[in-house]
């Protein structure tokens, strides 16, 4: 069984996986470490090598300036200009850092090749260009230009120089680096196999034994400066082929090299016959060749070995996921870059009453199997278009047998900033749906019943407020009658909070604004002498739970009633202030009035005073602070906190 949805004949594949792999995230850091070390090694080692052989020349000590072994000196304008070559490589790593050594190196590179191609040009027909000349005539005889070989590396290093800099072409320059190097091979053959003699005329000895190691060190610095790119990436990604790039390429030059070299030795002492050399060297290669395939086969078979164990370990894991996947019982679809669907897991098949093969490879936007089954064309284009997911929050699945709701997500693939396929959940949410009916239905009788309870409680504390209207009328005693109409207020206090709650869609809270106001409506209705009192009030638009409205209404009640009475003497006019309002997480209660004020041997606290005794009760069941200040009437002040009561409460 494959992880994908796929035919039988297929291999198995990632639906998101690229026909072309990128080489880069096969790139072995640890070599490219390396090879950038060796790069700024073999420039430091040319700098300080080129400058030895300067002071060679400036000294006049032989060995200094190379001629050893029959080997003629390198000359000191090529020590010179390998020096610089030296300072261009090491400068090549910090391009990415400093700009400005790109121009910089762009122009060396370049009056480099020039004078290269220049010097090439007069090593091979033998004379100099008349104005070369003219500076010769007038310099020391040591100053020349460099030899045939020397000038031909020096075009190929000032051309590799120009891409380089301005990194173009870096598997050209790559290339070029390489025939320079052969070129510099070639010079160091000729002096192993003892043609390097200063007065040979061939062209392929026109090389100091100093300038080959110059050569070398600027071949191999300038080869790893880019170590990512061009042909050298080969050397630097993991796997058999750059294992076997990095342990024969070299290991097979030197041994050749070394075996050639002693057959012509062996030649040229009479070791054994002319031409047995060649047969010597033959068969040292055989037996060469056959160690080295030996031990290749050997190391491959231990990478493969390797291999084998990672595929069965991918394989199991492959297997672990899709056990994953395919367990879930949600519905899982996976769709490429073409919209086509490619993978379905056993919950999506359940859920569209469909086998995997039915959709494989359709196309989710316009087939018909698939919309008249599951429509999500407009939000699979919304989440391709936005490249964001997108939630699914309900649509219907219309199959042969039933139709269900579902819900889910569309979340595409983002590769690069483009769109490259998505994945789709489902889940069958119809149950949820239908509970959710039912909680609502049962809530909005639950809601219907409570409305009823706070309608019946306003209805009959509204009765026991006109009963004891009735009972008041049958009194002759003054006293008596209003105490039994301050009873009635706060009946009625209480009363308005239900009939609040009744007629709010909320049945927690009421809204204190709205409250206050029919509150002192009420209360300017039950004293006549209230006509000539000015109220002002000023509430925020507050929700108060019940447990906290019903003891500040009743507070409201008394403070109002109280200054209405007792505040405003013999018929006087005045002003009655109340302010309610949230000051961070404490509420704030102002009632003032301009009235005579309270006496000043009266204290609010100990007052034997009913209405004060139950303003300073509902203050502490509120956990609240009361202020009382006398100046120019009465202002009292109340801050508290929400009350929350436990259901045991």
């Avoid at 122009?107 to 100099?128: D, K, P």
């Avoid at 491959?300 to 056990?323: H, T």
Wanted: glycine share 6%; aromatic share 10%.
């Amino acid at each position: 069984m494959g992880f994908y949805l796929i035919k039988k004949s297929q291999p198995l594949k990632n639906p998101f996986k690229r026909e072309e792999i990128d080489l880069k995230d096969n790139i072995d850091e640890k070599w490219i470490k390396k090879s950038l070390k060796l790069s700024r090694f073999s420039a430091l080692i040319l700098m300080i090598f080129s400058l030895i052989i300067i002071l060679g020349w400036i000294l006049n000590i032989t060995l200094l300036k190379g001629q050893i072994l029959g080997s003629p000196a390198t000359r000191m304008s090529t020590a010179f200009l390998f020096f610089i070559f030296g300072i261009l490589v090491y400068s090549c790593h910090c391009l990415e850092r400093i700009s400005k050594f790109k121009n910089i190196i762009t122009l060396l590179g370049t009056i480099f090749f020039l004078y290269g191609l220049l010097s090439a040009i007069m090593n091979l027909y033998g004379s100099y260009f008349p104005l070369y000349q003219t500076i010769m005539l007038n310099s020391p005889s040591y100053i020349d230009h460099p030899r045939f070989l020397s000038s031909i590396n020096i075009i190929l290093f000032g051309i590799a120089l120009i891409f380089y800099s301005r990194k173009i072409a870096i598997k050209a320059a790559q290339i070029l680096i390489i025939i320079s190097l052969l070129v510099t091979y070639l010079a160091l053959l000729t002096f192993l196999f003892n043609l390097g003699q200063t007065n040979s005329t061939y062209f392929y000895n026109h090389m100091a034994i100093y300038s080959v190691f110059l050569n070398l060190f600027m071949g191999f610095g300038l080869l790893m400066v880019y170590p990512r790119e061009g042909i050298i990436k080969t050397f630097h990604c993991r796997g058999l082929g750059a294992y076997m790039a990095r342990s024969l390429l070299p290991l097979s030059i030197l041994v050749i090299s070394i075996f050639g070299t002693l057959a012509s030795s062996g030649e040229k002492i009479g070791l054994f016959s002319e031409y047995f050399g060649e047969v010597v060297v033959i068969t040292f290669m055989v037996g060469f060749l056959f160690y080295l395939i030996l031990r290749s086969a050997k190391r491959i078979n231990q990478l493969d070995l390797a291999n084998q164990r990672s595929q069965r370990q991918m394989m199991y894991m492959e297997k672990f996921f899709e056990d994953i996947i395919e367990g879930i019982v949600h519905g899982i679809m996976v769709c490429d870059a073409q919209n086509r669907i490619i993978y379905m897991n056993n919950g999506m098949g359940k859920l569209l009453q469909l086998k995997k093969d039915d959709l494989n490879l359709k196309n989710i936007l316009n087939d018909p199997d698939i919309l008249d089954i599951f429509n999500i064309k407009d939000y699979y284009l919304q989440a391709k278009e936005k490249l964001n997911p997108v939630f699914i929050k309900s649509i219907d699945i219309t199959t042969q047998k039933k139709k269900i709701t579902a819900s889910g997500w569309i979340i595409p693939r983002n590769v690069k900033s483009e769109f490259d396929g998505a994945i789709i959940t489902a889940s069958d949410i119809t149950k949820i749906i239908e509970t959710k009916k039912e909680l609502e239905s049962s809530l909005k009788e639950k809601e219907l019943l409570l409305a009823e309870i706070h309608h019946r409680v306003k209805n009959n504390m509204q009765i026991i407020s006109s009963i004891m209207r009735l009972q008041s009328n049958s009194i002759d005693n003054e006293t008596a009658q209003n105490i039994i109409l301050d009873s009635q207020n706060r009946i009625r206090t209480m009363a308005m909070v239900h009939e609040t709650l009744y007629s709010s869609e909320n049945f927690s809270s009421i809204n204190i604004s709205n409250y206050l106001s029919n509150l002192i409506q009420g209360i300017r209705g039950s004293y006549h002498q209230s006509d000539l009192i000015t109220f002002e009030v000023f509430a925020e638009e507050i929700e108060l739970e019940i447990d906290t409205a019903i003891p500040v209404g009743l507070i409201i009640n008394e403070l109002v009633t109280n200054s209405i009475k007792h505040a405003f003497p013999d018929g006087k006019s005045g002003k009655i202030e109340i302010k309610f309002k949230k000051i961070n997480s404490h509420y704030s209660l102002m009632v003032r009035d301009d009235g005579v004020g309270l006496p000043e041997d009266m204290e609010f606290d100990k007052s034997p005073n009913l209405g004060i005794k139950i303003i300073n009760a509902l203050t502490d069941q509120l956990d609240g602070d009361i202020k009382v200040t006398r100046n120019h009437g009465t202002c009292v002040l109340i801050t508290f906190k929400d009350v929350y009561y436990s259901p045991k409460d």
